[in-house]
């Protein structure tokens, strides 16, 4: 029994190892994944929608929220996998040095974990998705394409949060990157409103990030039209994983395996 | 595979931080079948040398020749047949006993009946069978160090690597974590462990290197380390009339002295003729006993304490 996997598949014992933990908490987490998107959609959905009395981009603003909201969970959700929850098995469980006495390299791991975050997000767009059905505020059955793109959006989230993971001292230190750059995003790449009557500046930053390009391809699909420019969204939210990872990569290694 | 070629082979093997040698050109060779120590002060390398046996860390130079395969940074395929049981335990914490076992021969591409067989015969080599499906914050800290070792075991290893393995852990669960290393010696498993404990390594090891400052300052087996580098008696005194004592005794040259604290150390070939003088003294307590490997360290390496 000495044979060894082959490396494409290295990754997978560890993504089912983070599945396993994710499954004995699926209460809590579910809860969360379901609950907070439903407060968010009734409270400011309904609640501002009411006071806005018109639409927003030809909808009601519940709808609208909801295909933003869809989005920014998997932002959320990913970020938080990639920092909190890897910092905690990089540096304080010790659960990847671990694994490094297996014939596991670092490369297997940090892959399982990008992955992992994506299959978190893929998660929480699901519970959204759910939500969102349940009350009406999707159009077609082409949402159902949001499922493979939260996978994206989660992994690129996943990358960028691993960087900072990589270099983080103490949780604390996450603060930093939800203060400066996740919030940010949040509120200024179409999630709550449409960006267009923003300053040139605040449009030009928005799109560099990729939360507007996230939006760009998952809000059509849930309000019953097609996105555009797919290739260029797609292009960005795959750069910015191919420029974060082998940073991470680096970074951990260097921090594990001097 | 050739059964007479050594487990590990490492030649002026070195690895500097930032600038300071760590190892310094230390040889080793560990037999199959045999329980090799590596002892040190803190900061002697042990460590090191031990995560560049596992491929964790890249060497600087020399050679490193593990189960006959050159090992560098990334040699990952060597540890499909290596155990670690590291210093500090990382079980997950959010998995039972049994959980454990499994995840960790998952990542070895292990799985299905074989193993379900092996992790229960597992479980009984380390007396949890009965706490297979407890939590692991659960478990006293003997039973997470036996946890340890067995989940090191799952991939049935030809070398198993223990870095402290009975550090902080009360006597009794010592004594069956020595009874199961001694076990798996006998077994056919090649063993290298690292330790503080002298009487472990006295114990346990076949041979031994002492090492310091990164090099290897002396190997051998117990025996050949206390017979060739220390006096066979040594005799501890204490009290009041310490100095007096030294004085009246030092007139007698195959005698080595050493003080540390309220206590006098007394090293000899010769102990009558020093206990009979000692006896003069009221105002002393003395014991004597053979001469041990923990003798044969502090000689080596000093009594002074080294902070990292």
Known sequence: ?258 | MDTTDPVVNIRSLCKSYDGQRVVDNIDLQVQRGECFGLLGPNGAGKTTTLRMMLGMTPPESGELIILEQPVSQGSYQVRQQIGVVPQMDNLDPDFSVVENLRTYASYFNLSGEVVRERIQELLEFARLTNKADEQIDSLSGGMKRRLTLARALVNDPELLILDEPTTGLDPQARQLIWQRLRELKHAGHTLIMTTHYMEEAQRLCDRLAIMDHGRVIVQGSPQELIDAHIEPHVIEVVGNDVERCKAQLAKDESTRFESLGESLFIYTHNEKPVIENLCKFTEVDFIHRRANLEDVFLKMTGRDLREE
């Open chain 1, 1 to 258: 029994m000495k044979t060894q996997q082959t490396a494409w598949l290295r990754w997978y014992p560890v993504w089912s190892r983070n599945m396993r933990v994710w499954r004995k908490l699926i209460g809590p987490a579910l809860l969360g994944n379901i609950g907070e998107p439903l407060l968010y959609l009734l409270a400011l959905g309904y609640g501002l929608g009411s006071f806005l009395g018109q639409k927003i981009e030809g909808l009601e603003y519940v709808v609208f929220l909801a295909s933003g909201l869809v989005c920014s969970s998997a932002m959320n959700t990913a970020s938080f996998e990639g920092m909190y929850s890897a910092y905690t098995r990089m540096a304080v469980q010790d659960t990847w040095i671990g694994m490094l006495t297996a014939p596991l390299t670092l490369r297997d791991i940090i892959y399982a974990e990008v992955i992992w975050c994506g299959t978190k997000s893929v998660i929480s767009v699901a519970a959204i998705l759910l939500v969102a059905t349940a009350m009406g505020l999707v159009a077609d059955a082409r949402a159902i394409l949001v499922l493979p793109l939260g996978w994206l959006v989660g992994a690129c989230f996943g990358s960028m949060a691993l960087v900072m993971t990589s270099i983080a001292k103490t949780y604390d230190f996450f603060l930093y990157y939800f203060t400066l750059l996740v919030t940010p995003m949040l509120l200024l790449s179409g999630v709550f409103f449409p960006i267009d009557g923003m300053p040139e500046l605040v449009q030009t930053l928005a799109k560099i990030l990729p939360l507007y390009h996230a939006i760009a391809l998952m809000r059509p699909l849930m309000i019953g039209q097609l996105p555009t420019d797919v290739l260029l969204h797609l292009t960005v939210l795959g750069l910015y994983i191919l420029v974060a990872l082998p940073i991470a990569i680096r970074l951990i290694s260097r921090r594990l395996l001097r």
